[in-house]
C-alpha cells in the first residue's frame, strides 16, 4: 500500500523555520516525483515546490523562492521541506504527494496520484 506521512509541523513565530518530512512506504522514491502543497483555511490547495528523486531537479512556487527548500534522502525513502522565513501567511496544512513517472515541474494538483495526511504549521505574528 503506497502511503505518504507529514510530520513536523508545529507552531512557530514570524521569522523562525520548521522542516517539514515526508516518509513514504509502500514503495521506493526512485520512481516518483515528490511535491510539497499546502492549504490555508478557504483557499485553494497550493502547489509549493517538486523534487525527482533520481536527478534532484528541484522547482519552486514563487511564493516561496528563496525561503523553502525541498530534498530528498533515498536511503530513507524521506522528502524533506527546509523552510525558513517563515510569515503569518504561511500558516496551513501542508501534504507531500507523489506521482510515478519522468519529472516534470509540475505544481498543479490534479498531476498528483498519491497523498499524505497533512501536518499544520502555524505562523504567528
Known amino acids: 500500500e503506497v502511503q505518504l506521512v507529514e510530520s513536523g509541523g508545529g507552531l512557530v513565530q514570524t521569522g523562525g523555520s520548521l522542516r517539514l518530512s515526508c516518509a513514504a512506504s509502500g514503495f521506493t522514491l526512485d520512481e516518483y516525483a515528490i511535491g510539497w502543497f499546502r492549504q490555508a483555511p478557504g483557499k485553494e490547495r497550493e502547489g509549493l515546490s517538486c523534487i525527482s528523486s533520481s536527478d534532484d531537479f528541484t522547482y519552486y512556487a514563487d511564493s516561496v523562492q528563496g525561503r523553502f527548500t525541498i530534498s530528498i534522502d533515498n536511503a530513507k525513502n524521506t522528502v524533506y521541506l527546509q523552510m525558513s522565513s517563515l510569515k503569518p501567511e504561511d500558516t496551513a496544512v501542508y501534504y507531500c504527494?507523489?506521482?510515478?513517472?519522468?519529472?516534470?515541474?509540475?505544481?498543479?494538483?490534479?498531476?498528483?496520484?498519491?497523498w499524505g495526511q497533512g501536518t499544520q504549521v502555524t505562523v504567528s505574528s
Open positions: 504527494a507523489a506521482y510515478e513517472g519522468d519529472w516534470y515541474p509540475l505544481l498543479d494538483v490534479a498531476s498528483y496520484h498519491y
